[in-house]
């Protein structure tokens, strides 16, 4: 059997290492990760009440459409329900949004470090990837402009940047839209939106009226601490949402996750204290990393990439062995692991364990 050309070089996508295998491989009782940018915190107490609720509907089919979700969720953006879509988290709306609109030999333009599914959905419909290098870990928007030609599909726009960390402000994305031709699709990727106070920062879905070539995908994953219910979705033109609808596979989301988001859309208490979690522990790594003399790009979201100046598959084996879990391995960043703001105890625990590995390493050299 012959798979398509194409697809047989692509890596398979791996995800930080589970607990469980640590805690196996290493004989270790303790395992903190920080390697995905889970919510250290877990969920809304009123998620978790909801899926109970769902327990006894098991046997039957979700709603494919997620009417009421959607109805929940357009309420609180200020738009139309025909403007959503769901999936088994954003990534596969990105399936979707490439499924839909790439045709062999269409271009499609991103950053040279940003979430790879982006370009890995784009080489399995077989487009042409052109890549941006990050500006100091930052998307460069008049870099990304200038690559737009005739065979530009898609431009994608990673906010906060995932793995650095860093975001293209409001007036810079304001500017870059207003420039993108209106037959060129941008997806701005808001995964982490929700961690993010400052005023520089550009709420996508403000920008939708005035761009109908924009969609906006966030996620439940992160903030709202549903990673393994998987569920995300978009928003943008009527038109962008039929197209992928178009594409979209029957009952992609379960019960339990519609559910559960739209319990944990309405739990604002619970998203305000992560939120101020998370900030605390920005603040304490921040701290932490000037202390030990490491550069790190200005963090947004609940994660951090910091350049432990060594070797970043050395460093990860080194906190392994003392039970954290990190993301190493980055093609422009070889020195830099991110790590998921975890409580404070596990942020202290990472940083004991982090002095300890660069005092090793130091005492090697």
């Keep these: 059997m012959q798979p398509k050309s194409n697809i047989v070089h692509l890596p398979v996508y791996q995800p930080g290492k589970p607990v469980e295998d640590v805690k196996r491989e290493l004989g270790l009782k303790e395992v903190i990760k920080l390697a995905s940018n889970e919510n250290p915190f877990g969920c809304s107490e009123q998620a978790k009440s909801a899926v109970i609720e769902e327990l006894g509907n098991f046997n039957i089919y979700p709603d494919g459409a997620s009417v009421e979700l959607t109805e929940a969720?357009?309420?609180?953006?200020?738009?139309?329900?025909?403007?959503?879509?769901?999936?088994?988290?954003?990534?596969?709306?990105?399936?979707?949004?490439?499924?839909?609109?790439?045709?062999?030999?269409?271009e499609t333009i991103m950053a040279d470090e940003t979430f790879p599914q982006y370009k890995h959905n784009a080489e399995i419909e077989n487009a042409r990837i052109i890549e941006v290098p990050l500006k100091e870990g930052k998307h460069d928007l008049p870099a990304m402009l200038a690559k737009i030609n005739d065979r530009t599909k898609i431009i994608w726009i990673c906010n906060p940047n995932n793995p650095t960390g860093t975001i293209v402000t409001l007036p810079e994305l304001s500017a870059f839209l207003k420039q993108v031709p209106a037959n060129v699709l941008v997806v701005l990727d808001e995964a982490y939106g929700e961690y993010i106070e400052d005023p520089e920062f550009p709420d996508g879905i403000k920008l939708l009226s005035e761009h109908r070539n924009l969609i906006v995908l966030r996620t439940f994953s992160k903030i709202y601490g549903l990673a393994a219910l998987r569920i995300?979705?978009?928003?943008?033109?009527?038109?962008?949402?039929?197209?992928?609808?178009?594409?979209?596979?029957?009952?992609?989301?379960?019960?339990?996750?519609?559910?559960?988001?739209?319990?944990?859309?309405?739990?604002?208490?619970?998203?305000?204290?992560?939120?101020?979690?998370?900030?605390?522990?920005?603040?304490?790594?921040?701290?932490?990393?000037?202390?030990?003399?490491?550069?790190?790009?200005?963090?947004?979201?609940?994660?951090?990439?910091?350049?432990?100046?060594?070797?970043?598959?050395?460093?990860?084996?080194?906190?392994?062995?003392?039970?954290?879990?990190?993301?190493?391995?980055?093609?422009?960043?070889?020195?830099?692991?991110?790590?998921?703001?975890?409580?404070?105890?596990?942020?202290?625990?990472?940083?004991?364990?982090?002095?300890?590995?660069?005092?090793?390493?130091?005492?090697?050299?």
């Excluded at 019960?255 to 603040?283: M, P, T, V």
């Excluded at 951090?304 to 879990?325: A, N, Q, T, W, Y």
């Design 232 to 365: 995300g979705y978009g928003v943008g033109h009527p038109d962008v949402i039929r197209y992928a609808n178009q594409v979209r596979e029957p009952f992609n989301t379960s019960r339990a996750a519609q559910a559960a988001a739209k319990a944990a859309l309405a739990d604002k208490a619970f998203i305000d204290y992560c939120r101020e979690q998370n900030k605390q522990g920005l603040s304490y790594l921040s701290g932490q990393f000037d202390r030990l003399g490491l550069s790190y790009f200005p963090a947004y979201g609940n994660f951090m990439m910091v350049d432990v100046k060594r070797s970043s598959p050395e460093v990860f084996d080194g906190l392994l062995r003392r039970g954290i879990i990190s993301r190493p391995r980055w093609a422009f960043y070889p020195n830099h692991i991110r790590i998921t703001v975890g409580t404070s105890d596990q942020n202290e625990k990472f940083i004991a364990a982090l002095e300890q590995v660069l005092q090793e390493s130091a005492v090697q050299e």
């Design 73 to 106: 969720l357009a309420d609180e953006l200020g738009v139309e329900s025909n403007q959503i879509i769901f999936g088994t988290g954003s990534s596969e709306i990105i399936l979707m949004i490439n499924r839909a609109f790439i045709v062999p030999g269409d």
